[in-house]
């Protein structure tokens, strides 16, 4: 697909990854750049059209569709982190996470699956995460509506090949942006993750590993559940001494 003349959607656009690829999109010559936010006063990025959008209503992403009825390329970027575990969290933040991680994102497919294939087949692109892979304790909520997400991106990708809709998963290990900020260790800028991405795309790429910690997390699954649980245990202990 070619960045070039295109017409794009990104959720989640107001901040972090989602702005840092609404503006490399402007940047590689997209004509249009739909931002999407909850609250669409703090995008800030002059020449994109914004749009109010909470993916976890039904009603806000019918009219988000609405408004975009030409977009060539949906950029599925919103999400959270709720620091929820699965045994003994909340069970309302486990909800509210699949809500916005798995359900949000796949709505918006939904509703704009036919915009896609009017203009020309289009891509999807999801941004997922390494967790899809791997659990940590603190963080086992996002764990689980990471891996949904990656199943669900797999599950799209056979529904919309018919119609020429490429879809792209996108995994990363930490980016710097305010959901990481807690982290002391090198992290992946939003500009270089969304060069990774975009790249992807004009590939027509089904996957982006877009950085080390990414490929060597799947490069693992290979190995038994416990030898797999040792190898994060000790990635991750040496990842936060470092």
Same mark, same amino acid.
């Given at each position: 697909?070619? +960045?070039?003349?295109?017409?794009?959607?990104?959720?989640? #656009?107001?901040?972090?990854? !989602?702005?840092?690829?609404?503006?490399?999109?402007?940047?590689?010559?997209?004509?249009?750049?739909?931002?999407?936010?909850?609250?669409?006063?703090?995008?800030?990025?002059?020449?994109?059209?914004?749009?109010?959008?909470? &993916?976890?209503?039904?009603?806000?992403?019918?009219? #988000?569709?609405?408004?975009?009825?030409? &977009?060539?390329?949906?950029? %599925?970027?919103?999400? +959270?982190?709720?620091?929820?575990?699965?045994?003994?969290?909340?069970?309302?933040?486990?909800?509210?996470?699949?809500?916005?991680?798995?359900?949000?994102?796949?709505?918006?497919?939904?509703?704009? #699956?036919?915009?896609?294939?009017? %203009?020309? !087949?289009?891509?999807?692109?999801?941004?997922?995460?390494?967790?899809?892979?791997?659990?940590?304790? !603190? #963080?086992?909520?996002?764990?689980?509506?990471?891996?949904?997400?990656?199943?669900?991106?797999?599950?799209?990708?056979?529904?919309?090949?018919?119609?020429?809709?490429?879809?792209?998963?996108?995994?990363?290990?930490?980016?710097?942006?305010?959901?990481?900020?807690?982290?002391?260790?090198?992290?992946?800028?939003?500009?270089?993750?969304?060069?990774?991405?975009?790249?992807? &795309?004009?590939?027509?790429?089904?996957?982006?590993?877009?950085?080390?910690?990414?490929?060597? &997390?799947?490069?693992?699954?290979?190995?038994?559940?416990?030898?797999?649980?040792?190898?994060?245990?000790?990635?991750?202990?040496?990842?936060?001494?470092?």
């Amino acid at each position: 697909m070619d +960045i070039n003349n295109s017409v794009a959607l990104v959720t989640g #656009a107001n901040r972090g990854l !989602g702005r840092a690829l609404a503006q490399a999109l402007l940047e590689r010559g997209a004509r249009k750049v739909y931002a999407t936010a909850r609250r669409p006063e703090t995008v800030d990025l002059p020449d994109v059209e914004v749009i109010a959008l909470d &993916v976890t209503d039904a009603a806000s992403v019918r009219a #988000a569709a609405h408004a975009a009825p030409d &977009v060539s390329l949906l950029v %599925n970027n919103a999400g +959270i982190q709720t620091g929820t575990d699965l045994v003994t969290g909340s069970l309302d933040s486990v909800r509210h996470e699949l809500e916005t991680n798995v359900f949000g994102g796949l709505a918006m497919i939904r509703e704009l #699956a036919p915009a896609l294939a009017a %203009n020309g !087949g289009g891509a999807v692109v999801n941004i997922l995460s390494a967790m899809s892979w791997f659990g940590v304790n !603190g #963080a086992n909520s996002y764990h689980l509506t990471k891996g949904a997400a990656w199943a669900m991106t797999n599950g799209v990708r056979r529904e919309l090949a018919e119609q020429g809709t490429l879809v792209t998963a996108v995994h990363l290990g930490l980016a710097d942006t305010d959901m990481a900020a807690g982290w002391t260790v090198n992290k992946l800028a939003p500009s270089d993750l969304a060069a990774a991405v975009l790249d992807g &795309v004009e590939n027509d790429s089904a996957e982006v590993l877009a950085d080390q910690w990414s490929r060597d &997390v799947k490069s693992r699954l290979p190995l038994t559940p416990e030898e797999f649980n040792t190898a994060m245990d000790r990635a991750l202990a040496a990842l936060t001494a470092a």
